[in-house]
C-alpha cells in the first residue's frame, strides 16, 4: 500500500475537471493571451480568467464592487505583493508565532528596508492554541497598523477563529491580510461583512487545483505598489505600471485548472463546510489513535483542528528519522523537519527535533488512517 500524508504540501487527486480545463486551453487553439488583444483567442482567455475569478469571489461571498482578485504563481507571491506593497515605512504590524515563512520574510525584509515595528503574538506551550485575549489587548492598546495571520498552522493543524478576530480588528479599525494556504476551499470564509482587507491564497492545496496558480483577493481601493513592473497589455507609455497588477502574460492553463477544480463547490459555503466536517472527524479519529501510543507526543488542540493536519514526535527521535523509516519500509508519505514555520516551533519546544507531520485529504480513507495507526504502534513498540 502506498500512501500519502503530505496534503498540507500539496493536494495529490485533483477533480477530472482540473485536467478537462487544463486539456483545453492547451490542445483546442482557441486560447491566445489574455489582454493581449481584441482578437477572438485573446478573448476567449480572458472569459476564462474573468470567469474564475467571479467563481472565487463567489466561494468567499465577496462583492466584486469591493474586492479585485489578481492572479500570481502561488500564495508565497501573493503574501510577497500585499505585504511589501502596502505595508509603509515605519509603520506597525502585528503578527503571530503561526506565520509561514512566506509571510516572515518579506515582513523582516521591511523590517530592514523600512524600518517597520514587528510585533508577535504568542502561542500556548505545546497546544500551539492562540491567545484570542492578547491579540484583542493588544489590538486596543497599540493599535497596529496591519493585522497579518495564518488562517490555519500548517505545523499544529490549529485554525483560527475568524470571526472572532475579524469583530477584533474592525472595532479598532485595523486592516486584515489573511493567509488562507491552508484554508481557502477546506474551512468556510466569507466576505459578505467586507472586513478582511486581502487574503492571499494558493490553488493547489485545499482547492485542489494545479501547481503554479495562487492569487490574492484585494479591496480595490487599497493602495499597493506592484511588486513587479512589466506589460500590463493596458498603458504602454506610463513608465510606471498603474492601477494594474498582474504584470506579464497569465497562467491560463493554470487559471482553468483552478476553475475546474472551482466547479466541485457546487453550493459554494455549503459544500466547504461538508469538506470540513468530513476532514475533521477523520482528523479526530486519527488523534485518538495516535494518543493512545507510548512514548508519542501530539501537538496541536484537537478542538480547533479542522483542516486535517497532525504533527508528533515519537520519544525524542529526530521527526527526519522517523519520517524516512515511514517512507522506505511502509511507503508513507509524511513531511518531517520545521515546515516553513519556525516560531512555532518554539512554542511546542521542537527546535531541535522538528515535527512527523501528517496531512489528510479529502480522498484519504480511513483504511489507510487505521493502516498508519497500526505502522506508528509497531515503531512505538520498537522504539521502547
Ligand atoms: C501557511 C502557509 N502559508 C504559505 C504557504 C506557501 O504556499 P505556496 O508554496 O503555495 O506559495 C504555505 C505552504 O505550505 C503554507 O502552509
Keep these: 500500500m502506498n500512501i500519502y500524508m503530505d496534503y498540507a504540501s500539496t493536494s495529490i487527486q485533483k477533480p477530472p475537471a ?23 483567442y485573446s478573448m476567449n482567455a480572458q472569459r476564462v480568467v474573468n470567469k474564475v475569478k467571479e467563481q472565487i469571489l463567489q466561494l468567499l461571498n ?24 502596502c505595508v509603509k515605512a515605519q509603520q506597525h504590524v502585528l503578527t503571530s508565532d503561526w506565520e509561514h515563512n512566506a509571510v516572515l520574510r518579506p515582513l523582516y525584509e521591511l523590517e530592514q528596508s523600512k524600518n517597520i515595528l514587528l510585533n508577535f503574538l ?5 497546544t500551539g492554541m492562540f491567545d484570542y485575549q492578547q491579540c484583542d489587548q493588544f489590538i486596543k492598546q497599540k493599535s497596529p497598523d496591519w493585522l497579518i495571520l495564518n488562517h490555519a498552522s500548517n505545523v499544529t493543524g490549529n485554525c483560527l477563529n475568524l470571526e472572532a478576530i475579524k469583530q477584533m480588528a474592525y472595532q479598532a479599525g485595523v486592516p486584515i491580510i489573511l493567509d488562507s494556504s491552508q484554508t481557502f476551499g477546506t474551512v468556510p470564509i466569507d466576505f459578505s461583512d467586507k472586513i478582511i482587507t486581502a487574503l492571499a491564497f494558493t490553488g493547489h492545496k485545499s482547492l485542489y487545483g494545479p501547481m503554479g496558480i495562487g492569487g490574492l ?8 505598489y506592484p511588486l513587479i513592473s512589466g506589460g500590463d497589455g493596458l498603458e504602454p507609455f506610463a513608465k510606471v505600471m498603474p492601477q494594474h497588477q498582474e504584470a506579464g ?5 493554470g487559471i482553468a485548472g483552478l476553475g475546474g477544480a472551482l466547479e466541485s463547490f457546487d453550493n459554494k459555503g455549503e459544500s466547504v463546510a461538508k469538506k470540513q466536517l468530513s476532514l475533521r472527524e477523520k482528523t479526530i479519529y486519527f488523534r485518538h489513535a495516535l494518543e493512545k501510543i507510548n512514548g508519542l507526543t501530539l501537538y496541536g488542540e484537537v478542538e480547533e483542528q479542522t483542516v486535517g493536519v497532525i504533527s508528533c514526535n515519537i520519544h525524542d527521535i529526530p521527526s527526519a528519522m522517523v519520517g524516512d523509516i515511514l517512507a522506505t519500509d511502509y511507503n508513507i508519505s509524511v513531511r518531517t523537519g520545521f515546515h516553513c514555520a519556525p516560531l512555532i516551533h518554539g512554542c511546542l ?12 485529504g479529502a480522498a484519504t480513507t480511513y483504511e489507510e488512517i487505521d493502516y498508519v495507526i497500526n505502522r506508528m504502534e509497531e515503531l512505538g513498540r520498537e522504539i521502547e
Design 18 to 40: 482540473v485536467m478537462k480545463a487544463m486539456a483545453e486551453i492547451i490542445s483546442s487553439n482557441h486560447y491566445g493571451n489574455p489582454s493581449r488583444g481584441a482578437h477572438q
Design 62 to 85: 465577496a462583492s466584486s464592487d469591493t474586492y479585485d482578485v489578481l492572479f500570481t504563481q502561488n500564495a508565497t507571491t501573493a503574501l510577497n505583493m500585499v505585504i511589501k506593497g
Design 122 to 126: 504568542e502561542s500556548a506551550t505545546l
Design 217 to 224: 483577493v484585494i479591496k480595490k481601493d487599497i493602495e499597493m
Design 249 to 253: 502574460t497569465l497562467n491560463v492553463p
Design 349 to 360: 519546544n521542537t527546535t531541535s527535533q522538528g515535527t512527523l507531520r501528517f496531512s489528510i
